[in-house]
Structures are given as C-alpha cells and as structure tokens.
C-alpha cells in the first residue's frame, strides 16, 4: 500500500463517517422532538459515539475497499447526485436542529420566568458605597 492509498482510504473514512453520522443525529434529532428519545447532555458521550461510528465504518466499509466493489461510474448525474445528497443531509440536519431548538427555549422558558433573579454582586458593592 502506498502512501497515497492510506490518505485515500482514510479520507474516505472521514468524509463517509462524517456523512454518517450527520445522518444519525439528524435521525436523532427528529425523535428527540416528539419525545421518543431524551437529550444526551454529555459530550463524552457524543464524541466516543461518533469515533465508534468512524471505526465501524472503516473497519467494514473502507478497510477492505468494498465500496470500490459497487462498480460506480463517474459521470455528471451521479456527481449532481452525491453534491444534492450532501447538501440536503445538511440542511436537513439544521432545520431539524432550529425545530429542536426553538422546543427546548419554550420548555425552559416556563421555568425561567418562576426563578427570581439573585441580586448582583456588582450591586451589592454599589449599596455599600451608598
């Protein structure tokens, strides 16, 4: 294996592992907001889910050069197809995202308006040279 084939085969892992796994958070995202899934706060989590996703991906998919197998053919439409698919992953992604979003200010904001504000710490020194 040259070294252009490992940088070949480990961005086509990054860029199918990102793909993927905007895919996955899109798909979780979209549950999230009728309440079928709760909300992962833990980054940790997130990131250790996405490096897995990456592995699993390469491990099954790049390593062996399988996708090379499906014999595709480059060509205008497939090209037009793949740059439409990208976009549209994305823009799903952030509309899904703004929905999301907009769900959770409203839940909070119930309970933001109950809290009473604590005073400042700026205004408590400007009452002592009062």
Excluded at 58 to 77: A, S, T
Excluded at 94 to 101: D, M, P, T
Aim: proline share 1%; net charge positive; with cysteine.
């Amino acid at each position: 294996m040259q070294e252009s084939d490992s940088q070949a085969l480990f961005s086509a892992t990054a860029v199918s592992t990102t793909i993927l796994c905007v895919n996955l958070i899109t798909i979780y995202l979209f549950t999230n907001y009728f309440g079928l899934t709760l909300v992962v706060t833990n980054k940790l989590i997130i990131v250790s889910f996405m490096v897995a996703v990456g592995y699993v991906n390469h491990y099954f998919f790049v390593r062996e050069r399988r996708f090379l197998r499906y014999d595709f053919q480059k060509d205008r439409k497939g090209g037009f197809l793949i740059v439409a698919y990208i976009i549209f992953t994305f823009m799903l992604a952030l509309i899904v995202g703004k929905y999301n979003r907009e769900k959770i200010f409203k839940e909070r904001a119930g309970e933001l308006r109950n809290v009473p504000r604590r005073e400042s710490l700026e205004g408590k020194i400007k009452k002592w040279f009062e």
